[in-house]
Antibody
Framework: EVQLVESGGGLVQPGGSLRLSCAAS????????MNWVRQAPGKGLEWVAN????????YYVNSVKGRFTISRDNAKNSLYLQMNSLRAEDTAVYYC????????????????WGQGTLVTVSS | QSVLTQPPSVSAAPGQKVTISCSGS????????VSWYQQLPGTAPKLLIY???KRPSGIPDRFSGSKSGTSATLGITGLQTGDEADYYC???????????FGGGTKLTVL
């Protein structure tokens, strides 16, 4: 059974940093593109970033470029999101999500999602 | 303001049919596949439809998808109270170089 379990969320002050983790199991983690998608309270979904199977390619939504870094450790079946210079508008539930294809290019949809971890940026 | 436009809410009676629209442009829906997600209250999104009209294993054929030009549509027949949820469309936007979603549509089964 495919499982994605996020952790690392919490309350952080504006300008602060936080590192999110996503533990994957039930599939060959190293074969898939992985993503972070967020959802502000009461709002819609926003794609944040994705990373290629070997970590050689990473892409970000404009609003987080230069502040967030996506990474992965295939030996630990884990996905990460390092978030720096956090702003109030980064407050959201952050989901880890899998792109379904085992290929060089992603399909840009998500077949499995974690339960999410809440990040609150507030003083 | 979302790149893809969905109606904020739709409603219908149990057993009836409802459609949810998702409007975009040539840089997104017009030239890319569309996916749809169901988000039940307090839970993570779940993939309902991919590649415009395909259903993952376990998704009943009451759910269908279609696309015409720069718009896509999710159809749900035989509505059940358990279908009450938020529904999101998504696709790749080649101008933004990002995955984009609609703002979501809340389905109420009266």
């Amino acid at each position: 059974e495919v499982q994605l379990v996020e952790s690392g969320g919490g309350l952080v002050q504006p300008g602060g940093s936080l590192r999110l983790s996503c533990a994957a199991s039930g599939f060959t983690f190293s074969s898939y593109w992985m993503n972070w998608v967020r959802q502000a309270p009461g709002k819609g979904l926003e794609w944040v970033a994705n990373i290629k199977q070997d970590g050689s390619e990473k892409y970000y939504v404009n609003s987080v470029k230069g502040r967030f870094t996506i990474s992965r450790d295939n030996a630990k079946n884990s996905l990460y999101l390092q978030m720096n210079s956090l702003r109030a508008e980064d407050t959201a539930v952050y989901y880890c999500a899998r792109d379904p294809i085992i290929a060089a290019r992603p399909l840009y949809y998500f077949d499995y999602w974690g339960q999410g971890t809440l990040v609150t940026v507030s003083s | 303001q979302s790149v893809l436009t969905q109606p904020p809410s739709v409603s219908a009676a149990p057993g009836q049919k409802v459609t949810i629209s998702c409007s975009g442009s040539s840089s997104n829906i017009g030239n890319n596949y569309v996916s749809w997600y169901q988000q039940l209250p307090g839970t993570a999104p779940k993939l309902l439809i991919y590649d415009i009209h395909k259903r993952p294993s376990g998704i009943p054929d009451r759910f269908s998808g279609s696309k015409s030009g720069t718009s896509a549509t999710l159809g749900i027949t035989g509505l059940q109270t358990g279908d009450e949820a938020d529904y999101y469309c998504g696709t790749w936007d080649s101008s933004l170089s990002a995955v984009v979603f609609g703002g979501g549509t809340k389905l109420t089964v009266l």
